[in-house]
Nanobody, 124 residues
Framework: QVQLVESGGGLVQAGGSLRLSCAAS????????MAWYRQAPGKQRELVAT?????????NYADSVKGRFTISRDNAKNTVHLQMNSLKPEDTAVYYC????????????????WGQGTQVTVSS
């Protein structure tokens, strides 16, 4: 069993900042990739940012958030963060995290917090 607990969402004015966190726990040996997605009402789910750790750490961002959002991770705590600056009303969405991890049985699995998430609302 794996659990993902998100925090940090809320209501902020345009131009403001928020920091999201997602802590993973359960039968996890190691986490290769951690990602943030978002889904606004009436829109498709969008991949916001990913961070992959290996011999090097690689990050990728959606064009819509490049230069404004920063993804980071704390491997010791199995936690991923999303620092969101210069927020815009179009950033309003429910934000979800996802991990690709090695389980206690040795298998590579994927798990996401669909159905939970944290609401981010940016007012104009």
């Amino acid at each position: 069993q794996v659990q993902l607990v998100e925090s940090g969402g809320g209501l902020v004015q345009a131009g403001g900042s928020l920091r999201l966190s997602c802590a993973a726990s359960g039968s996890i040996v190691s986490i290769k990739t951690m990602a943030w997605y978002r889904q606004a009402p009436g829109k498709q789910r969008e991949l916001v940012a990913t961070i992959t750790s290996g011999s090097t750490t690689n990050t990728n961002y959606a064009d819509s958030v490049k230069g404004r959002f920063t993804i980071s991770r704390d491997n010791a705590k199995n936690t991923v963060h999303l620092q969101m600056n210069s927020l815009k009303p179009e950033d309003t969405a429910v934000y979800y995290c996802e991990i690709v991890y090695r389980s206690g049985t040795g298998n590579i699995r994927q798990y996401a917090s669909w159905g939970q998430g944290t609401q981010v609302t940016v007012s104009s």
